[in-house]
């Protein structure tokens, strides 16, 4: 397998920060390591960021393992004002591996390779991000690209997470299967803040994939409000993620354009538990004495009488879940 063009690599790299909502600027012209700032919201980070081609096994060794030979690094620069990340890539699976500094501090070597197991970056292929817990104690990350931004920006918690076996059993549970771990869990298992928040907003985002893929699978990737497909999907909670009773189960999810979900959210439409659809006549209201109901005929002419569900009934929105919601947004049905 020949190695990706360092070029295209660091495109690469750039383009999932950027999926994930972060920006990158490269601060140096080298490859290994090439100096980035990254920063998202308040939050800024400078990197130093070696990035390498995912190659199999390599004779002697077992056929389920993949590797990066960083030959041209003599060691992994580290400092107090940098975070290093060592990251490998696959093409093929689009997948990153990221790799722990701490575990490789010394001199590499004349032919260092580091490895991950294929199990881990086929896992990340469904959930996202999934692990692979290597018996010298390093944990190794799989990395979708959408969740590149996140790993980086909790790096050292989570390759860290190995001290302490409670947590380490929670990481390799959620990224299983979050469906396995609550926030209650974490609550109970981790005791600083800082790890709890950051268990806490991992578990959600692979959460919100799993929940993302199946309802936009359940829908067929089509508005539920209006038939609009291109790739301009979410999906939306019926009763929002904190409320009691809340779910990231299909029944709890419809597919709504990005127009439609804000819309959904702020309680401007809503549906009942015939799945009619509404645009909600108090709200229209206020939003005409304050003089900013502009576009209302156009955005009524866009929703359908009534969703457009999914085929399998054990997939429509669930008629408690759709009660509950309307009560908590205010939605009132005339
Ligand atoms: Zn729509």
Known sequence: ?????????????????????????????????????IWRGGERLDLKVYLLTLTPGGTGRPKDEWRIQPTAAKIF????????????????????????????????????????????????VATGLALHVKSSAELVFAIKPGFLGLYIEYLRALHDAKVDPAELT???????????VSQTDIDGAVTTPERKRVLRTILRYLRDRRFR??????????????????????????????????????????????????????GLIA???????????????????????????????????AL?????PSDHPDAALINKANAHRGFVFS
């Open 271 to 305: 549906f009942n538990t015939s799945y009619e659809l509404r645009i909600s006549k108090p709200r229209m209201a206020q939003l005409k004495t304050d003089g900013r109901d502009g576009g209302g005929t156009a955005f009524a002419a866009t929703l359908k009488a």
């Open 170 to 180: 929670l990481l390799v549970d959620m990224t299983s299967d979050p469906t396995t």
């Open 77 to 124: 620069a580290q400092g107090a004002d940098y975070l290093t990340v060592i990251l490998g890539y696959d093409e093929d699976r689009d997948v990153f591996a990221g790799f722990d500094v701490k575990a490789h501090a010394g001199p590499l070597g004349t032919s260092p390779s580091i490895q991950i197991k294929a199990k881990a970056l086929d896992a990340a």
């Open 308 to 312: 457009l569900l999914p085929s399998k």
């Open 1 to 37: 397998m020949p190695a990706v063009h360092p070029t295209i690599l660091f495109a690469k790299f750039e383009q999932s920060l950027s999926a994930g909502g972060w920006q990158s600027l490269r601060t140096s012209s080298e490859h290994q390591p090439r100096d980035y700032r």
């Open 213 to 266: 893929a199946k309802v936009l699978t359940a829908y067929a990737h089509q508005c539920a409000a209006c038939g609009i497909q291109l790739e301009l999907l979410d999906a939306a909670h019926v009763l929002p993620v904190g409320q009691p009773g809340s779910t990231d189960e299909t029944p709890n999810g419809v597919a709504f354009c990005a127009l439609h979900h804000r819309a959904y959210d702020a």
